[in-house]
């Protein structure tokens, strides 16, 4: 079922499709860059990310090397990766960024983190899955990402189990978890369904 909107404006009444993006994916960038990455993309995953088509092939390489750089920097974190990938899935889930969250599930999945605690986000207070120190930290993310503000209380609670340079990796998560937000909820960008792609890849390979 595809669900429409009627937008008004002084020239036309538009009927929008808001199952597709605000902009008609481009499927063959003319920049060589942007071009050899798809193909890339397409290698690996089987199909090109909207967000690629839809945004980054719009504009120059280098923000499409901004946005890849951030995928690198995770990498060079001192907070577990499990706990990284809570928080950035936590913020996507509140900001209701679709293809976020679903990009987070498939990096748990490749990451065989599992999806018990991703789908457990929304009682973190209380489910046994987990501990005192991501219950601070997502307590933190929570009300960072909600109000754009945080209690003096709930940092001396994430500073009992985080060092001064893992807080601060925490603030780049979210900070940075927005911008991937951000892009795809102002250009209606949707769920690309990457969580299935590691089940496909392990069957072909199983194939093989």
């Known amino acids: 079922m595809t669900t429409k909107q009627t937008l008004s404006t002084s020239r036309s009444t538009q009927e ?105 986000l929304e009682e973190y207070k209380t489910s046994p899955l987990f501990t005192d120190g991501e219950r601070a930290a997502l307590d933190y993310v929570t009300e960072l990402t909600r109000e754009k503000k945080v209690n003096p209380q709930t940092f001396a609670r994430l500073s009992q189990y985080y060092s001064e340079r893992q807080i601060c990796e925490i603030v780049y998560l979210v900070a940075s978890e927005h911008v991937y937000n951000m892009t795809n909820i102002g250009l209606n960008i949707h769920s690309d369904m990457l969580c299935k792609v590691p089940a496909k890849r392990n069957s072909s390979i199983e194939t093989a």
């Open 16 to 120: 929008v499709d808001m199952d597709q993006p605000f902009l008609p994916p481009i499927d063959n960038p003319e920049d060589p860059t942007i071009k050899q990455t798809y193909e890339m993309v397409r290698q690996y995953f089987g199909k090109v990310f909207t967000p690629l088509k839809v945004h980054s092939a719009r504009l120059p390489p280098e923000f499409m090397q901004f946005y890849m750089k951030i995928g690198e920097l995770d990498r060079s974190l001192q907070l577990p990766q499990e706990t990284a990938l809570l928080i950035r899935g936590q913020v996507a889930r509140l900001n209701v960024c679709l293809f976020c969250i679903d990009s987070n599930r498939y990096a748990a999945i490749k990451g065989s983190m599992g999806e018990a605690k991703l789908d457990s």
